[in-house]
């Protein structure tokens, strides 16, 4: 073992040598074994290989010198850490980039909720994630991510509706990025395709941080190309000594500094927002761009945010851990979504993009794309913005 990454609730991840390579080992707790056999047996399911999804090595058990049980997951090492990580680096996303990570993201994505078969019985099941975010997505090399963190995953059966594991607790993974279904506990579990709209609507929070990243040629902090190129160098070669990120593998919930602002938690107007002056919140009672209402929030209390900085979704109205109470409020009562900003209507691939994210954070999980659909449009956008 070389160094400790991070901690989370399973337990923590060191960077490892493995026959001359670097690796991650993900260590678990002894109160964790039933995640950690959950992910093992994920990863060893058949034809789960997949270039968007995070590469299994090996897994184990070991007792250590004070005789205590250690479970391990070893795993491919990627340097630039998760996609959070590489989200708050110093550098802003050209819209290219942007709908790189978006796409192989979905990637993965559709690979785990679509069944494949191969030859004679040979087949991959349909799988949910369950705790789709950006921490728990790896950026491999600058456009390429790859999905992580499978302790929560759930398979269905081969020829029915209802899932392997007999009895699955609906209200799990982070309460940030959870769907509406899931907050008010709607969500049927014996409908498996309702576990995978529930990922769909994770998803669109992560396509949102991404977007909300891209630096425009229209915004004041006009970077030219160059320098974009020269800011995205200087970030791996920091990342080769990987002191300052919180992983080179999925976080699973692990604890961050994180600088949040102050937020109004008023008993007369029941809005956990900041106040004086506006940013838009967009209501999910219909797709399209007029259904966006504004809220008030303090000009002075965002000016010392980049405009382009990263941001987690409704960082700006709720706390690092929020309640699932706040969550519910926000997510299902109020029909609050994270912000979409003109600049982004002024640009007709990001007008599409846009209008993707809307339709997949629907409170209506019909309502919402199937990953494959997702990743045709992308790709559409990408072949026209290429064009």
């Not at 796409?103 to 991959?124: A, D, F, Y």
């Not at 950006?134 to 759930?154: E, H, M, Q």
């Not at 970030?235 to 593998?249: E, R």
Request: proline content about 3%; overall charge neutral.
């Amino acid at each position: 073992m070389k160094e400790i990454f991070s901690k989370g609730r399973y337990g923590e991840i060191c960077k490892a040598i493995y026959r001359g390579s670097y690796v991650a080992v993900k260590i678990f707790n002894t109160t964790e074994e039933e995640s950690w056999r959950n992910e093992r047996d994920i990863y060893l399911s058949q034809m789960f290989n997949h270039e968007n999804i995070l590469q299994y090595i090996a897994a184990d058990i070991l007792s250590n010198v004070d005789s205590l049980t250690q479970m391990l997951l070893i795993t491919d090492f990627h340097p630039l850490g998760s996609l959070y990580d590489y989200l708050r680096s110093n550098y802003s996303l050209n819209f290219e980039e942007a709908l790189n990570l978006s796409l192989s993201t979905i990637n993965g994505l559709e690979h785990l909720h679509n069944p494949v078969r191969g030859t004679g019985e040979c087949q991959k099941l349909e799988i949910a994630h369950r705790d789709i975010k950006s921490k728990n997505i790896l950026v491999k090399r600058p456009g390429v991510c790859c999905i992580a963190d499978f302790g929560l995953a759930i398979v269905k059966k081969e020829e029915n509706n209802f899932l392997k594991n007999n009895l699955v607790n609906i209200q799990v993974g982070t309460k940030r990025y959870m769907a509406p279904e899931i907050l008010n506990k709607t969500l049927n579990p014996n409908n498996f395709e309702e576990f995978k709209c529930a990922d769909i609507y994770s998803f669109s929070l992560v396509l949102w941080e991404i977007i909300n990243c891209i630096q425009l040629p229209t915004t004041n902090n006009n970077y030219s190309k160059q320098q974009l190129i020269k800011q995205q160098n200087n970030y791996l070669v920091n990342c080769q000594s990987m002191s300052n990120y919180s992983s080179g593998i999925a976080s699973g919930g692990g604890t961050t500094t994180t600088t949040t602002l102050p937020f109004i938690n008023s008993t007369n107007n029941n809005n956990l927002i900041p106040s004086n002056n506006s940013i838009e919140i967009i209501k999910t009672t219909n797709n399209s761009f007029s259904n966006i209402s504004t809220i008030s929030t303090s000009l002075n209390e965002i000016n010392n945010l980049k405009e382009h900085q990263h941001k987690l979704p409704f960082e700006l109205i709720v706390e690092t851990d929020p309640s699932f109470d706040q969550m519910r409020e926000i997510v299902c009562d109020k029909k609050i979504r994270p912000p979409i900003l003109n600049e982004w209507k002024k640009e007709e691939n990001l007008i599409i993009i846009c209008n993707l994210m809307i339709e997949c954070w629907s409170n209506w999980p019909t309502s919402r794309h199937k990953a494959l659909k997702i990743k045709k449009e992308i790709t559409k956008i990408i072949k026209n913005f290429n064009n």
